[in-house]
């Protein structure tokens, strides 16, 4: 079964037991919060961990500015939340054991850009994932509490189920980040000599 973002809204207005919608641009208040507030806590729960199903893998694309302390400047990706790793493409496997220093800075001419001594560099990094059916299931339900405690105050003016709803999105988002990590295998390596 396919789940769209007003699935979600609803799950949220269900959460403070707030009628549902039809559509986010419908003109009821539920739908005008609903536009308010899902794109930015999708992305704040997106940037909040590395996600297996939002985890992304690029090379990185060079730029003509340079950034005092590092060798090389680097366009950030488009569609990327938060990197985590910088390395050179034969450093994929070791890029957790031996991570290289990289910084995020403004570059003239570009939003974001990442400076680092890494030539020809690849980063691992989250996307910006707006296909519901793209997330996990405990991440829709971490993502709906999570929105429900954003809508609530505005909705309900009830702060009780506010906080509520951020306990049951935490204790979610935790079984998420659970399976997260059970579905990313990861062999023991040990040192050579």
Known sequence: MTITNTDICNMALS????GGIVSMDESSEAAKQCKIHYEH???RLLGMYNWNFAARETKLALLEETVPGF???YAYPEE???IYYVYEEGEAPYKEEHPRDYKV???TGVRRAVATDVEKAWCSYTADIKDPDMMSEEFIAGFSHLLASDLSMALTGNASLM????????MSVT???WESVVEAQ???RYPDG
């Open 15 to 18: 959460h403070i037991a707030v």
């Open 41 to 43: 806590t999708r992305r």
């Open 71 to 73: 060798d090389f400047a």
């Open 80 to 82: 990327c939340l938060k």
């Open 105 to 107: 800075v403004a570059a």
């Open 163 to 170: 906080q509520t709803n951020l306990q049951l999105a935490q």
């Open 175 to 177: 079984q998420a980040k």
């Open 186 to 188: 990861r062999r023991t």
